[in-house]
Each structure stands twice: as structure tokens, then as C-alpha cells.
């Protein structure tokens, strides 16, 4: 009983279940696992850049996993989107995580660092004046007007066939790649070319990312696996914790309006750059 009281008050314990439950929460509500936010907290606990990778898709998988729950129920999944774009960021995410012991983490770092900020900033200034436009409209919204939920569903599948599915299967295999290797999901790019390309809302955005975001996370991690580039304690502790916030967030996030939706996502995906960069420099 001792021991296990000494483990429950250990510092390095307290720390991991607290950014687990913060972060995991962001993510629910965001659609994004933010690994990005993650990253920084588990290499001040495990040994190496490889190993900090590796463990941080191992959460990510649990994450995603649990907030894309809610989003399917709520029906927030766009199911051609997310074969497309989601079977070949697999393929980019495992190659990606098998040959991340091959590569520089610290230039790598930067240079998502600096293209998140290019991103969120980006997508945070077309919300200043009012959040009108493509994709601004909830799931529920859109079905309100015109030809309905079941016209809009289809005006996207049909602009998922031809180019689009091939512009769709690119992304997600270069996203996948770059992520596998670092250790990230880069679903903060994701969402921005789903809503501003793909016409998404941002709840469909968020839903659909998330669900991409775990099987993406799972790919890479085996990759990492493959090389034992894991520490399983943070992974169990850090894990649990972000599922539960993860799941608390995904009920605000189905919930929130379009325009709050969308800032969140920018200022989260800013957030995550200054990070990244930070730890990429210090690296």
C-alpha cells in the first residue's frame, strides 16, 4: 500500500496525468490529438528524441481513438475522406515511423514548426471577420437549408472522385510520412485543407481528422515499435489520462458553433508551432 501511494504522489507521475488530461481535453474539443503540444512534456521524461516519437503516436492511437468515438456517433466522420486520405496516410505514417531512426529531430522540428504557424496563422486571420464562407455551416446547419444533409454529403463524395481523391491520397501519404518520422500526426494540417479545400464544416473537420488521426497514429507507431523506440509506463499513465480528457473534450466539440470551432483550431495549431520550434532549436 506504501509503495503504491509513494508511485501515485511521485512527481513525475502527477506531471504525466496532468498534461495527459489537458492536452487530451484540447484534443477532444480541437479534433486534433495535438502531439505537438504533447511532445515537449514526454522528452523531459524518456531518454531519447526515438523513443519520445514512438511514445507519443502510442498515445496519440489511444486519444484519437477514444474522441473519434463521439464523433462517429455524432455522425462527424466523412467516410470517403477518410478512406482516402486516411489508408495512405497509414502507408506514409509506418514508413515514416520505420525510418525515423535514420533522421535529424531537430531541423525536422523546425521546419513543421515554422509551416504550423504559416498554417494557423493563416486560418486565424480568415476568422477575424466573422468566420463566413466555405465550411462555416455545422452538419446539422447545413441540413437545414437547400437540398439538405444528404445533398451536401454527396456534393462532397462526388468532388472526392478524380483529382480530388488523388489530391486526398498525397496529402494524407506526405502528412503520414512527416509525422511517422516525428513522432506527430500533423492533423493541424489536415483540418485547415478539409475545411478550407474539402468544404467540411468544422465539426465534420474535427470528427473526421480524429478518426484519421487513429489509424494513422496506430500505423506509426508499430513502425517505431518495430525499433523498441517506446517507454511504456509514460505511454500507459500519459495515455489513460488524455482518453479521459479526450472524451470529456469530444462532447464540447460536437457542440461547439463553427466560428468558436475554428479559432480554437487556429490558435491551437499556433500554439503547437511556437512549441515545436522551441524544442527543435534546443534540440
Partial sequence: MDAVLVYVFDP???????VG??????????GMPLGALRL??????????QIAAGTN????????????YRYWKARLVETTIFVFMGGFSCIGSFLGGY???????????????????????????????GGSGTGQLSERESGDEGSGEGSGRESRMQGMKGKGAVIAALWG?????IGGMAGLLMGSLRVPTMIKVMGLAPAAAAGTNMAISSVT????FIGHLLHKSLDLSVLLTMGIASMIGSYAGSHLGVTLSPLTARRLISAAIILMAITLFIKGIRL
Wanted: aromatic share 14%; hydrophobic share 55%.
Fill in 57 to 68: 503516436l502510442g498515445i496519440d492511437t489511444l486519444t484519437a481513438t477514444i474522441a473519434s
Fill in 12 to 18: 513525475k507521475f502527477l506531471f504525466e496525468v496532468a
Fill in 173 to 177: 501519404f506526405v502528412l503520414g510520412f
Fill in 40 to 49: 515537449p512534456a514526454i522528452y523531459s521524461v524518456v531518454p531519447t528524441p
Fill in 21 to 30: 488530461l489537458l492536452i487530451g481535453t484540447l484534443a477532444g474539443v480541437t
Fill in 99 to 129: 525510418s525515423a531512426k535514420y533522421i535529424s529531430y531537430k531541423w525536422l522540428l523546425v521546419f513543421i514548426g515554422l509551416v504550423y504557424f504559416c498554417v494557423g496563422l493563416d486560418m486565424l486571420c480568415r476568422t477575424s471577420g
Fill in 217 to 220: 497514429a496506430l500505423s506509426g
